[in-house]
C-alpha cells in the first residue's frame, strides 16, 4: 500500500525526518499528533478480485480522509501492515498470513517505537475481519503499558450499504461479494476479472433453522473459507456497481477523518496505577512498610 500524501496537518510518518520529530518532541506537539496504522490482508477473494483487496481498500480510503481532516489536526500515516491474520484463507493460493503472535508482536513493537518517540494518541485502522482480535489487544496494550489513547477503526463500521443491497447480502456477503467488489470497481476496476464475477452462496444461509441459537448469533462458530463457499468468496458479486463502491468509499472516508479528529480532541488518559501485588509489602502513612496478614483459610 503506498503511503498517504501529505496534506496540511496529515503526511506520511517516513516523511518526517528525525529533526523534524526531535522539534515536536520540543515543543510538545508530539504529544498531539494522532499516528494512524495501517492494518489489513493479503488473501484470496474469489476467481474474480485481486489478492489485495483488502489492503487496497484500506489504502484508498486513508487516501481520501486525508482531504478531509481537519487542518488544525497534526496526524501522520504510518507505514501500512499490508499482511495480517489470515489463517481462515490458507487453503487458496496465494494468501499471506502471520500467527498471530507475530502480528500482536510485530505491531506492539511499532506502538513501542511511537511512545519512546512521545506519541500519545494512536488509530489502528483495519480492513480485515480476522485482524480486531489482533488490534483490540495491540490497542489496550498501548493504553496500558505507555498511557495511550488508542482505538481501533475498522472499513465496516464506517460504511453501510443499507437501502442499496438486499437484506440477505448485507448479512452473509462478508467476503468478496457486492460490498467488496464494488469498492475495487471504484478504486481499480482494472482488477475486476468480470468474466468470473458470479454470486458465491453462502452456506450458513440456512443455519437459523438447523442450529438456531448459532443462527441468530448467539454464539459463533470457528470457519474456513471454504466452509463457507468452495470458490473461497461469500456474498454476490453481480450485486456490485462502481457507483455504490464510491459512495462506501467516501462514507468511509468521512468516518475515518472523524475519529482522527476526536482522537486528537480527545484529553490524553492518566496512566494506569500499578496494583501491588497480593502479599506485597505495604507502605504505611510514616512510609515504614507493612505486610499483610496471611489470610486464613477457610
Known sequence: MPPARARKGFRPWVEYSTDEIA????????????????????????????????????????????DRIAPAVLAAALPAQAVGVSPEHAAFPGTLTLPPEVAIASWRAIGDSLAAAGVRRLVIFN????????????????????AMLAAVAE??????????????????????????????????????????????????RDLAKSAPQIGSGKARLAWMTQDLNPAGAVGDARL???????????????????????????????????????????????????????????
Do not use: Y
Not at 522539534?23 to 484470496?44: D, K
Open 23 to 66: 522539534a515536536l518532541q520540543r515543543s510538545g506537539a508530539i504529544a498531539q499528533l494522532v499516528a494512524v496504522l495501517p492494518v489489513a490482508a493479503v488473501e484470496s477473494h474469489g476467481p474474480h478480485l485481486p489478492l489485495g483487496v483488502d489492503a487496497m481498500i484500506n489504502a484508498a480510503i486513508l487516501e481520501a480522509a486525508a
Open 127 to 146: 480492513s480485515h475481519g480476522g485482524n480486531p482480535p489482533i488490534c483490540e489487544i495491540v490497542a489496550l496494550d498501548m493504553r496500558v503499558r505507555h
Open 240 to 298: 456490485a456497481s462502481q457507483a455504490l463502491g464510491r459512495a462506501l468509499l467516501d462514507q468511509a472516508a468521512d468516518g475515518l477523518a472523524g475519529v482522527i479528529g476526536e482522537v486528537a480532541a480527545l484529553p490524553l488518559p492518566a496512566p494506569a496505577a500499578t496494583p501491588t501485588p497480593a502479599g506485597a509489602a505495604l507502605r504505611s502513612r510514616d512510609g515504614k512498610a507493612k505486610r499483610r496478614a496471611p489470610s486464613r483459610s477457610t
Open 155 to 204: 472499513t465496516w463500521r464506517l460504511m453501510t450499504a443499507e437501502g442499496r443491497l438486499p437484506a440477505a447480502e448485507l448479512k452473509h456477503g462478508i467476503h468478496g461479494g457486492a460490498v467488496e467488489t464494488a469498492l475495487i470497481r471504484a478504486i481499480r476496476p482494472d482488477l475486476v476479472r468480470e468474466g468470473a464475477v458470479a454470486a458465491f452462496a453462502s452456506s450458513r
